[in-house]
């Protein structure tokens, strides 16, 4: 990779952001594509992301900003449009930078989510799916998996609020998927076990989700990227349960996000 005077800069943005594989995966897609742009990761403590996100907006050569944990639903607040994704959801996982200096904010959590499934032959369709986190990526993922044509997504969040607020998002779209409450438990009844929350990226993180119920036909799928085998991936394969790796939802949307970000074809 080759840094001079015309290099187009995008920059991700997480607290922590040590466990981001969008560095090498976007870095890669523009070695590819032969494009003059570089991702680098920027550490902003919440207290410092308005701060932070205002200084960027002037600069010119940067194409925008990827968002990760804990900022998606935040950073949000800070454009001054949204994609449907991102006003469904209220988060973005990525901000472009206009012409004039604003942000234009969009959401592919959801989509990426959906599309690595498909790619590995996972079928959502009339399934049942309990989903355990709905902060800014659980919420994109939720919204998709409805999309997809879900026939019940099972919901958990110990931030009563997020799972309110997810909850009435949810039903105000109407359609046909049941929408419930659940404990972060896997039942029978479950198709797909989803942890959404950043609980596992730390040796020490307790398990998210209580696998002891689940059918042995499940597929347990985990958000987190870094490391590639969480507790609960790990938990999941002792038991001999089909698992699902974080790194999908980013490779099957990495591509999206930089044409989006206007430096791919």
């Known amino acids: 990779m080759q840094i001079d005077g015309e290099t187009k800069i995008v920059v991700i943005v997480g607290d922590p952001v040590a466990q981001a594989k969008s560095p090498e995966l976007f870095n890669a897609l523009f070695e590819r594509y032969g494009v003059n742009a570089a991702l680098v990761p920027l550490q902003v403590p919440p207290a410092k992301l308005g701060a932070v996100l205002d200084g960027l907006r002037g600069i010119v050569n940067l194409a925008g900003v990827v968002v990760i944990v804990p900022h998606k639903i935040a950073a949000a607040a800070y454009a001054a449009d949204l994609s449907d994704a991102a006003r469904q959801t209220g ?3 990525c901000l472009r930078r206009e012409m004039d200096g604003t942000w234009f904010g969009a959401m592919f959590d959801g989509i990426g989510f959906v599309k690595g499934l498909d790619a590995c032959e996972l079928i959502v369709r009339d399934k049942s ?14 919204h998709a998996l409805v999309d997809a044509g879900v026939a019940s997504l099972d919901l958990f969040d110990s931030n009563t609020e997020s799972l309110q607020r997810l909850e009435r998002a949810l039903r105000s779209r109407g359609g046909t998927t049941l929408i419930r409450r659940s404990m972060p438990a896997a039942q029978a009844a479950h198709d797909f076990i989803v942890n959404a929350t950043p609980c596992g990226m730390r040796a020490n993180d307790p398990l998210p ?6 059918h042995p036909d499940a597929v347990v799928a ?3 990227m870094k490391p590639a085998q969480t507790r609960l991936l790990e938990d999941a394969r002792a038991r001999g349960l089909a698992t699902h790796l974080g790194r999908y939802l980013l490779e099957s949307s990495v591509e999206t996000m930089a044409a989006f970000l206007r430096l791919v074809p």
């Open 209 to 214: 989700i209580d696998l002891t119920g689940a």
């Open 91 to 93: 988060s973005v996982n």
């Open 222 to 224: 985990d958000l987190i």
């Open 129 to 142: 799916v309990l989903l355990v986190g709905t902060g800014g990526a659980g919420a994109g993922v939720a």
